[in-house]
């Protein structure tokens, strides 16, 4: 698990594939601080995501930029976020 972007609205958390899972490239978290809530990602959309991170980190954008990036996500975000 590595923390790959924090920003005041957004985190955004990567996770490995574990060795021996069937699952191709592990997957991501992504958290709207704002809403407390959040959605995970893998297979074919966390690969999807990992594409999109790479043409737009290539941009050099701003803190602004990624977070409108992030906001697409907004949609599927119905889990509310839990503290254990």
Known sequence: MEMIYNSPNYVVVEFAQLD???SAGGG??????QS??????????AEQFRTQVR???AT???MEDVDE???QFDAYMH?????H
Do not use: C, M, N
Not at 28 to 33: H, Q
Not at 36 to 45: D, F, K, L, P, T
């Open 60 to 62: 050099e954008p701003s």
């Open 69 to 71: 990036f992030l906001s």
């Open 36 to 45: 407390r809530r959040e959605v995970y990602i893998a297979g074919e959309s």
């Open 28 to 33: 991501f978290e992504i958290v709207d601080k």
């Open 20 to 22: 021996g899972a069937s």
């Open 55 to 57: 043409e737009l980190i």
């Open 79 to 83: 889990h509310p976020l839990t503290l």
